[in-house]
């Protein structure tokens, strides 16, 4: 079984371009994770899909992100414009309906300069 | 003062010891209870899971959780080389935000052959 897979494994943007980062869960999990991990800090959550519905979004830091789950399958995070705080890494995970335990991706490098 | 507490060593460790690791936390809301291994540059990947306190063993793997003490742990036996990595715990409250999961900062382990 496939786990969930990232996509790109790393991204290099200006400050005030925009990046869109793609999420494919492990198949038949209905929820959908995203965090990020910026310099020497803690994995922090930013939301929680269920299916195509956003259960908890209180870790996203502001409005310039905004995450989409197309008929809940795959997930974008993107992010516009983009400020030099933004770096770091961002995971998703996934995991089964009902089901607290949640299975990561290898991540998303964002640099932004 | 943070919601989760560990420390980030390093812990070293020769090869066939036993490698303990811990977490405290304040959030006495708190019910389930993961264990996460990460080599560089990797997501990170599920070890161990439990809801609410006691403990769980999976091969050479031991979780306790005494959430009296709001203290919970991993024991790897017969430690290996390829157990070198950081070692995250996370937790969640259940059901409410039951799928935001705070990090502790990590625990670095190195064992030598």
């Known amino acids: 079984e496939a786990g969930v897979t990232q996509f790109p494994s790393h991204s290099v943007i200006e400050k005030g371009q925009t990046v869109t980062l793609r999420c494919d869960p492990i198949?038949?999990?209905?929820?959908l994770y995203w965090y990020r991990r910026v310099m020497g800090k803690e994995i922090k959550f930013l939301l929680h899909?269920?299916?195509?519905?956003?259960?908890?979004e209180s870790g996203m830091p502001n409005n310039r992100f905004l995450a989409e789950r197309t008929g809940g399958t795959y997930s974008t995070l993107k992010v516009q414009p983009a400020e030099l705080e933004d770096s770091g890494v961002y995971f998703c995970?996934?995991?089964?309906?009902?089901?607290?335990?949640?299975?990561f991706g290898p991540g998303t490098r964002l640099t932004v300069t | 003062q943070k919601e989760v507490e560990q420390d980030p060593g390093p812990l070293s460790v020769p090869e066939g010891a036993i490698v303990s690791l811990n977490c405290t936390y304040s959030?006495?809301?708190?019910?389930?209870f993961m264990w996460y291994r990460q080599y560089s540059r990797k997501g990170p990947e599920l070890l161990m899971y439990?809801?609410?306190?006691g403990n769980k063993e999976d091969g050479r793997f031991t979780a306790q959780v005494d959430k009296s003490s709001k203290y919970i742990s991993l024991f790897i036996r017969d430690s290996q080389p390829s157990d070198s990595a950081t070692y995250l715990c996370?937790?969640?409250?259940?059901?409410?935000?039951?799928?935001?999961?705070?990090f502790g900062a990590g625990t670095q382990v190195v064992v030598t052959p």
């Open positions: 995970a996934s995991s089964p309906a009902d089901r607290g335990e949640q299975y």
């Open positions: 996370a937790m969640s409250e259940w059901p409410d935000s039951w799928g935001k999961l705070q």
């Open positions: 198949s038949g999990h209905d929820n």
């Open positions: 959030n006495s809301a708190f019910q389930y």
């Open positions: 439990t809801y609410s306190s």
């Open positions: 899909f269920v299916k195509e519905s956003k259960q908890d």
